[in-house]
């Protein structure tokens, strides 16, 4: 069955599991984001770029430091 085809009514967030509307974006009981329902009925959590950058950006200041101090 295709992911697509399933018929939700809802969607719970995946935080608070508080039971939403589908066209829902953020959640109004914990205020997190949300995305579209998946195959559990549960709503996706949107992927947080801005942490995934600054996580590289401290691994190669890091990086930067120690080329720095030690070489």
Known sequence: MDEK???FTTKKCPE???NLPL????CP???K?????DKTGF??????WLSYIISVL???ALCLYIW???F
């Open 5 to 7: 085809n399933h018929c």
């Open 16 to 18: 608070c599991l508080t």
């Open 23 to 26: 066209n829902a974006e953020k």
């Open 29 to 31: 009981d914990c205020g």
């Open 33 to 37: 984001k949300i995305g579209e329902v």
């Open 43 to 48: 709503a996706k959590r949107p992927v947080n």
């Open 58 to 60: 401290a691994w190669v």
């Open 68 to 70: 720095w101090a030690f």
